[in-house]
């Protein structure tokens, strides 16, 4: 019996521990497939890593434009993308599969230092390699390209493969070369232009300077930057150019001057600056853009030109006062003959030929010395409203009878009212003068039906254009039936020194200034001129047209001052040392009925005034000796016992600078020889009545 308890015991124990080996080996054989169940998930999960990868890789390759290279260093295989067709010009299996492919397309000349570069980074334990190199495409052509390679190493630091991209430069290059050709035509063609060119920021920071300054001034650009480039300037310069130049960019003013830069020798030279902005898409500056131009030339000329003018007005103004100065007693002469009269028809004829002749070449004398200073702008016109119809009457009849005794008839048309227009007197009929003489010159007394010019003076056409506030104009036609003119005449008259053919003879004279001096004349008082022929031998019209002034009222109010004709014990003293125009002035004085003293030097009349008082001195500006004209005048003004004396310059300089002289002198009134014989007279009466006025004795 214990023995079979015995036996069931221990099968009992056997078969624990059987159960317990069976479920160890149960445990190990399910963690053994659990690892293998991990690792095949890991190994699953390794290989769709890597699909990925390749499929990113692959779409990297599509989506690129560049070409994509992978070499693999292991297996020594190279795999292109597509991109190549479109870049190299042909396909991936044209390269081949290994490097040599690449490196046979590489240029001869970079091709050892690709292949040195790519060794380096690789055995160097470099990560990446950057060349740029020309390769050779399908078509045989070289095009620059630059590659980049990124090198893979294992964890032991063994490369296994390289991948790049290779960029083609070909545009690039194209436009880095454009660039560059651009900036050398600009370069060039700043060299060319005939300035100095520079270039500053909006605020006018100064910050280029093209190589003429730099040469012209021998300061490097970098120490004219900013405001610097204003110590190469004149010191006289600087304040005023500076101040336009800040002006210029706050929007004030342009920028337009002309200024000294110093040269690199240390003188200076006029240059023209003109700077303006360069404005971008919005509007706003962007940069200031300037040029400089050498005008130091211009200058010098423009100054030989002002000094020749000078010196030529010299010589006008001493040839008019050498030429009028023999005229004086000449027509002097003449007034007395025609004081005194003469029985003879032969002596009356002789008298008028001279006057006639004296008063032609007085006016040349005029004509050549006002068409001077309307050319310079000298002419300054006395303007006051006056009565345009009296004025063409007036004139007209003056000229009436030199017309007649040539054998041309003279009409005039005028309204009965009067047409007002703010001028000068004097020089409105000058100009009508002017248009008569040249009427009468070139008409014929044996024309057709006899010569004939005619005059007509009326208000604008209805629908004239308001010309200073008044609405219409004045027009002044002068018309004659003589030889007329050519259409290339017609297109000159007007210019100085203009003339009609007239042949060797030159039978009809002048200077060819009458017609130039209208022009002048009537723009200055804000009028026109022009004139009209149907050709040669048909005559011609002349119009001026004038802007009409506001009407006035006319004055009846001025009477009769009751000057007493009487000119008995009316003391002149003639101071003047051409004798032959201090006698015959004498004698014309004493016949007219004056007191008359004649003093030949400046010092002799002084003395004469101071011992007995004249009225009225009549007084030579270029005396000899040490004692001019001006001298004496202020000399007379000095002295208390001839306060009241009326003092008239007598002279041959008749320029506005010697009217300025005389009256700043003290003369009161200012002759021009050969004076007129109603100007002198006038000027005398003019005299007396101011004498009287101021209650002083006619006589002593």
């Given at each position: 019996?214990?023995?079979?308890?015995?036996?069931?015991?221990?099968?009992?124990?056997?078969?624990?521990?059987?159960?317990?080996?069976?479920?160890?080996?149960?445990?190990?054989?399910?963690?053994?497939?659990?690892?293998?169940?991990?690792?095949?998930?890991?190994?699953?999960?390794?290989?769709?890593?890597?699909?990925?990868?390749?499929?990113?890789?692959?779409?990297?390759?599509?989506?690129?434009?560049?070409?994509?290279?992978?070499?693999?260093?292991?297996?020594?295989?190279?795999?292109?993308?597509?991109?190549?067709?479109?870049?190299?010009?042909?396909?991936?299996?044209e390269?081949?599969?290994?490097?040599?492919?690449?490196?046979?397309r590489?240029?001869?000349?970079?091709?050892?230092?690709?292949?040195?570069?790519?060794?380096?980074?690789?055995?160097?334990?470099?990560?990446?390699?950057t060349?740029?190199?020309?390769?050779?495409?399908?078509?045989?052509?070289?095009a620059?390209?630059?590659?980049r390679g990124?090198?893979?190493?294992?964890?032991?630091?063994?490369?296994?493969?390289?991948?790049?991209?290779?960029?083609?430069l070909?545009?690039?290059?194209?436009?880095?070369?454009?660039?560059?050709?651009?900036?050398?035509?600009?370069?060039?063609?700043?060299?060319?232009?005939?300035?100095?060119?520079?270039?500053?920021?909006?605020?006018?920071?100064?910050?280029?300077?093209?190589?003429?300054?730099?040469?012209?001034?021998?300061?490097?650009?970098?120490?004219?930057?900013?405001?610097?480039?204003?110590?190469?300037?004149?010191?006289?310069?600087?304040?005023?150019?500076?101040?336009?130049?800040?002006?210029?960019?706050?929007?004030?003013?342009?920028?337009?001057?002309?200024?000294r830069?110093?040269?690199?020798?240390?003188g200076?030279?006029?240059?023209?600056?003109?700077?303006?902005?360069?404005?971008?898409?919005?509007?706003?500056?962007?940069?200031?853009f300037?040029?400089?131009?050498?005008?130091h030339?211009?200058?010098?000329?423009?100054?030989?030109?002002?000094?020749?003018?000078?010196?030529?007005d010299?010589?006008?103004?001493?040839?008019?006062?050498?030429?009028?100065?023999p005229?004086?007693?000449v027509?002097?002469?003449?007034?007395?003959?025609?004081?005194?009269?003469?029985?003879?028809?032969?002596?009356?004829?002789?008298?008028?030929?001279?006057d006639?002749?004296?008063?032609?070449?007085?006016?040349?004398?005029?004509?050549?010395?006002?068409?001077?200073?309307?050319?310079r702008?000298?002419?300054?016109?006395?303007?006051?409203?006056?009565?345009?119809?009296?004025?063409?009457?007036?004139?007209?009849?003056?000229?009436?009878?030199?017309?007649?005794?040539?054998?041309?008839?003279l009409?005039?048309?005028?309204?009965?009212?009067?047409?007002?227009?703010?001028?000068?007197?004097?020089?409105?009929?000058?100009?009508?003068?002017?248009?008569?003489?040249?009427?009468?010159?070139?008409?014929?007394?044996?024309?057709?039906g006899?010569?004939?010019?005619g005059?007509?003076?009326?208000?604008?056409p209805?629908?004239?254009?308001?010309?200073?506030?008044?609405?219409?104009?004045?027009?002044?036609?002068?018309?004659?039936?003589?030889?007329?003119?050519?259409?290339?005449?017609?297109?000159?008259?007007?210019?100085?020194?203009?003339?009609?053919?007239?042949?060797?003879?030159?039978?009809?004279?002048g200077l060819?200034?009458?017609?130039?001096?209208?022009?002048?004349?009537?723009?200055?008082?804000?009028?026109?001129?022009?004139?009209?022929?149907?050709?040669?031998?048909?005559?011609?019209?002349?119009?001026?047209?004038?802007?009409?002034?506001?009407?006035?009222?006319?004055?009846?109010?001025?009477?009769?001052?009751?000057?007493?004709?009487?000119?008995?014990?009316?003391?002149?003293?003639?101071?003047?040392?051409?004798?032959?125009?201090?006698?015959?002035?004498?004698?014309?004085?004493?016949?007219?009925?004056?007191?008359?003293?004649?003093?030949?030097?400046?010092?002799?009349?002084?003395?004469?005034?101071?011992?007995?008082?004249?009225?009225?001195?009549?007084?030579?500006?270029?005396?000899?000796?040490?004692?001019?004209?001006?001298?004496v005048?202020?000399?007379?003004?000095?002295?208390?016992?001839?306060?009241?004396?009326?003092?008239?310059?007598?002279?041959?300089?008749?320029?506005?600078?010697?009217r300025?002289?005389?009256?700043?002198?003290?003369?009161?009134?200012?002759?021009?020889?050969?004076?007129?014989?109603?100007?002198?007279m006038?000027?005398?009466?003019?005299?007396?009545?101011?004498?009287?006025?101021?209650?002083?004795?006619?006589?002593?």
């Amino acid at each position: 019996m214990r023995s079979t308890r015995v036996d069931g015991a221990g099968c009992r124990r056997a078969e624990g521990a059987a159960a317990a080996g069976q479920a160890e080996v149960a445990l190990r054989e399910s963690e053994a497939r659990d690892r293998a169940a991990s690792a095949e998930a890991a190994r699953l999960e390794a290989e769709a890593a890597v699909r990925r990868s390749e499929e990113q890789y692959r779409l990297v390759n599509r989506a690129t434009n560049d070409v994509i290279w992978d070499w693999d260093l292991e297996t020594n295989r190279v795999y292109w993308n597509g991109a190549v067709v479109q870049h190299f010009g042909c396909t991936p299996e044209e390269l081949g599969d290994g490097p040599e492919g690449w490196y046979d397309r590489i240029h001869p000349e970079d091709r050892a230092r690709v292949s040195e570069g790519i060794r380096a980074a690789i055995e160097g334990n470099g990560e990446s390699w950057t060349d740029e190199y020309r390769f050779r495409k399908g078509d045989g052509s070289y095009a620059p390209f630059l590659d980049r390679g990124y090198i893979g190493r294992s964890a032991s630091g063994v490369p296994t493969r390289m991948i790049g991209s290779m960029l083609d430069l070909t545009e690039r290059h194209r436009a880095e070369a454009a660039l560059r050709e651009s900036e050398l035509f600009h370069r060039q063609t700043l060299e060319s232009i005939p300035g100095m060119v520079w270039a500053t920021r909006p605020d006018g920071y100064c910050e280029f300077f093209s190589e003429q300054w730099v040469e012209f001034t021998g300061v490097p650009a970098e120490r004219q930057f900013g405001d610097r480039w204003l110590e190469v300037l004149h010191p006289d310069d600087r304040e005023r150019v500076f101040a336009a130049w800040r002006a210029a960019v706050g929007g004030l003013a342009p920028y337009d001057l002309e200024y000294r830069i110093r040269w690199r020798d240390g003188g200076y030279q006029w240059f023209k600056v003109r700077g303006r902005p360069i404005r971008g898409a919005s509007g706003r500056i962007v940069r200031w853009f300037g040029i400089a131009i050498n005008i130091h030339d211009l200058k010098l000329a423009e100054q030989a030109l002002r000094d020749a003018d000078r010196r030529k007005d010299e010589f006008l103004a001493m040839l008019a006062h050498e030429l009028r100065n023999p005229l004086a007693p000449v027509r002097t002469a003449v007034a007395m003959l025609r004081r005194v009269g003469a029985a003879d028809p032969v002596q009356r004829r002789a008298r008028d030929v001279i006057d006639r002749q004296v008063t032609h070449m007085v006016r040349l004398i005029d004509d050549l010395l006002d068409i001077s200073r309307i050319a310079r702008g000298r002419i300054q016109l006395r303007k006051a409203r006056c009565d345009l119809v009296s004025i063409v009457r007036q004139t007209a009849e003056d000229y009436r009878a030199n017309l007649e005794a040539d054998g041309v008839a003279l009409r005039v048309s005028a309204p009965d009212e009067p047409l007002w227009v703010e001028g000068d007197d004097t020089r409105l009929a000058q100009m009508l003068g002017n248009l008569l003489q040249n009427a009468g010159k070139f008409t014929d007394a044996g024309a057709r039906g006899g010569g004939r010019v005619g005059v007509r003076v009326e208000a604008g056409p209805p629908g004239s254009g308001r010309e200073g506030g008044v609405s219409g104009q004045a027009v002044i036609t002068v018309e004659d039936n003589g030889v007329g003119m050519d259409p290339g005449l017609l297109s000159r008259i007007f210019d100085p020194f203009s003339q009609a053919d007239q042949g060797l003879a030159r039978s009809k004279g002048g200077l060819g200034l009458g017609l130039a001096l209208v022009k002048g004349l009537v723009e200055l008082h804000g009028g026109t001129v022009a004139a009209h022929s149907e050709g040669p031998g048909r005559g011609s019209v002349f119009t001026l047209r004038l802007p009409l002034a506001a009407p006035v009222a006319r004055d009846l109010s001025a009477a009769s001052d009751g000057e007493d004709a009487s000119r008995q014990g009316v003391r002149v003293l003639v101071i003047e040392d051409n004798h032959d125009a201090a006698e015959s002035l004498e004698m014309l004085l004493t016949l007219s009925g004056y007191d008359v003293e004649t003093a030949f030097d400046g010092p002799t009349g002084l003395t004469a005034a101071r011992t007995r008082p004249p009225d009225v001195v009549l007084c030579d500006l270029g005396l000899p000796g040490g004692m001019d004209g001006y001298d004496v005048a202020r000399a007379i003004r000095a002295e208390p016992s001839l306060a009241s004396t009326r003092l008239v310059a007598l002279s041959g300089y008749g320029q506005d600078e010697d009217r300025r002289r005389s009256r700043e002198a003290g003369f009161d009134r200012h002759l021009v020889k050969p004076a007129e014989d109603t100007a002198l007279m006038e000027a005398l009466s003019a005299g007396r009545r101011e004498l009287r006025s101021t209650a002083s004795p006619l006589s002593r």
